[in-house]
């Protein structure tokens, strides 16, 4: 699949966009709808450290927006052990369409993601049913073969 993002016009519209966020705001979100690592659900690993090279930003500085981002505008979900972050709105703007070969790439990214509550997060935001219940499927399994931090298997 073509690795492009579209973002739409009426981003710079929006009103949380034009009468919350600050330039730097403007930039960082541009920055996680858009950068390398994104994915088709939205859902990605990412550090901050990452994050602070390829925007140029320090990372005290990094910190303080994944801070706001997840606080104040409540945008972002960030898992910081599994390094997964998870964008609110993804779903709505990006998984309109469905088909065997979107849903194929849906289905083979939501098997990558570690931190299944991030899948629940974006999933309530998918209009499209057959996404949807992709989405749901990963929520509802569950693995056996993980376990928690530090534990060991038996």
């Not at 950068?35 to 390829?54: C, D, H, L, M």
């Not at 990372?59 to 706001?68: A, G, M």
């Not at 509550?117 to 057959?130: D, K, T, W």
Request: glycine residues 6%; aromatic residues 12%.
């Amino acid at each position: 699949m073509a690795k492009f993002r579209m973002i739409q016009t009426g981003f710079w519209h929006d009103p949380k966009v034009m009468e919350e966020m600050t330039p730097e705001d403007k930039f960082f979100f541009m920055y996680l709808l858009t950068n390398p690592q994104v994915t088709q659900i939205g859902i990605y690993r990412i550090t901050k450290k990452q994050v602070a090279f390829e925007t140029g930003f320090s990372v005290e500085t990094v910190q303080l927006l994944f801070e706001r981002f997840l606080n104040q505008h409540k945008l972002i979900r960030y898992n910081a052990e599994t390094r997964e972050l998870a964008i609110k709105n993804w779903a709505k703007h990006n998984l309109g369409r469905g088909g065997k070969p979107m849903l194929d790439c849906i289905q083979k990214e939501l098997e990558d993601v570690k931190d299944r509550s991030l899948i629940g997060y974006i999933g309530q935001f998918v209009a499209n049913e057959s996404i949807r219940e992709l989405f749901a499927s990963f929520c509802l399994q569950t693995d056996d073969t993980l376990t928690t931090s530090g534990q060991e298997e038996e």
